[in-house]
């Protein structure tokens, strides 16, 4: 299992990523221009674990997260609804 640590911002995303089955933690910078965040979360194995620490920006990025995603947690409580 995978688990990624999001801080989600407009233009970019920090993420960090446990891999529980190796221990092996990655660290990156996402920028959201052409298809890097796509092919970043679309190259990871399920089952994926992502939260998420946003505001209004989440919104912008659903399909990212709930395409790859096996769970989906966010501290920004309008998130809810998602």
Same mark, same amino acid.
């Given at each position: 299992?995978?688990?990624?640590?999001?801080?989600l911002?407009?233009?970019?995303?920090?993420? +960090?990523?446990?891999?529980?089955?190796t221990? *092996?933690?990655? /660290?990156? #910078?996402?920028?959201?221009?052409?298809?890097?965040?796509?092919?970043?979360? +679309?190259?990871?194995?399920?089952?994926?674990? *992502?939260?998420? /620490?946003? #505001?209004?920006?989440?919104?912008?990025?659903?399909?990212?997260?709930?395409?790859?995603?096996?769970?989906?947690?966010?501290?920004?409580?309008?998130?809810?609804?998602?």
């Open positions: 299992m995978r688990l990624i640590g999001c801080d911002h407009t233009s970019q995303q920090s993420i +960090a990523m446990l891999d529980r089955d221990s *092996v933690v990655v /660290e990156r #910078t996402l920028k959201h221009e052409g298809e890097a965040v796509r092919e970043f979360y +679309a190259s990871i194995r399920p089952p994926v674990v *992502v939260g998420i /620490e946003a #505001t209004g920006s989440l919104f912008q990025y659903p399909e990212s997260f709930t395409r790859h995603a096996a769970a989906f947690l966010s501290s920004n409580s309008e998130s809810a609804a998602f």
